[in-house]
């Protein structure tokens, strides 16, 4: 499997993603907003774009499907649950499903409500396997819910189905937000070294240079995944001295997450 990553360098701060087979050259475009920079990206590695995939409806990450669909016909692929909002879906998706690309390239599709009701993540089973996050997770942060989306189910995906992944998954999110994210780690949890070392570590850097990370190292610096951690509660029973001692964990997760729509 072939991976290209694309810095759009635009005010939303996206990702765009080439997954490749590398015997064939065909190619799955992930997002496409800024298609025209994916398509040169593609032409350079000598790649065919022949599917794109919306990983939700929201036009940052669906607004680049027409033109992209006109320069090389390729098939649109999008949770089934979303393919009316988003139109011009070719293959609605559902969990366990399997996207194939060319002769060696499957991904897993996880049906991972929250940020939106219908979001898809694509789930590679590699000797170093990967997952396509859109606005679910991000390098240490989770996606909002403002747009059509539910906290409470956003917690369960982290919960039942990101944090059970492996430790090796390298995380592949649809923005570029690592330094407020860390940032907001800190804030919640000022005591979390790793996190400080990886913020030190993006001064001076553009979305283009942003590490990619493990689902371990999100473990040590994404606050969403240090629900246990006593620091983070203590901290938040200062603003929500209703949650107790020992919080629940989706009740820190909500806690963490309505702080975070206001940080």
């Keep these: ?22 015997e064939t050259g065909e190619a799955l475009a992930i997002d496409p907003l800024e298609w025209r920079l994916c398509l040169e990206a593609a032409r ?19 607004g680049g499907n027409a033109g992209l669909v006109g320069a090389t016909g390729a098939r649109v ?44 993540c694509l789930f590679a089973h590699s000797d170093q396997p990967a997952l396509f996050s859109g606005d679910t997770l991000f390098n240490a942060g989770a996606g909002n819910c403002h747009n059509g989306g539910q906290p409470e189910l956003l917690y369960e995906t982290f919960v039942g189905q990101l944090a059970r ?34 913020l030190a570590g993006t001064r001076g850097q ?36 209703e949650l107790g001692e020992e919080p629940d964990p989706k009740a820190v997760f909500l806690a963490l997450r309505e702080l975070r729509n206001r940080w």
């Design 1 to 22: 499997m072939l991976i290209e990553r694309i810095w759009a360098a635009n005010p939303w701060r996206n990702f765009h993603y080439l997954i490749a087979c590398q």
């Design 44 to 62: 350079h590695r000598g790649w065919r774009i022949t599917q794109i995939l919306n990983t939700h409806e929201h036009l940052d990450h669906t």
């Design 77 to 120: 692929l999008a949770h089934a649950g979303a393919a009316a909002r988003i139109g011009g879906v070719d293959r609605g998706l559902a969990a366990g499903e399997v996207i194939r690309i060319g002769h060696t390239v499957e991904l897993e599709c996880l049906d991972t409500p929250g940020h939106t009701l219908a979001h898809i």
């Design 165 to 198: 992944l492996p430790e090796t998954t390298r995380v592949y999110p649809g923005h570029e937000y690592l330094a407020n994210n860390l940032g907001f780690t800190l804030d919640r949890e000022p005591g979390n070294a790793r996190a400080a070392e990886f």
């Design 206 to 241: 553009d979305g283009a240079g942003a590490p990619v990370t493990t689902l371990a190292e999100e473990k040590l610096i994404n606050v969403f995944f240090r629900l246990q951690s006593p620091q983070i509660a203590a901290r938040l029973r200062e603003a929500f001295p």
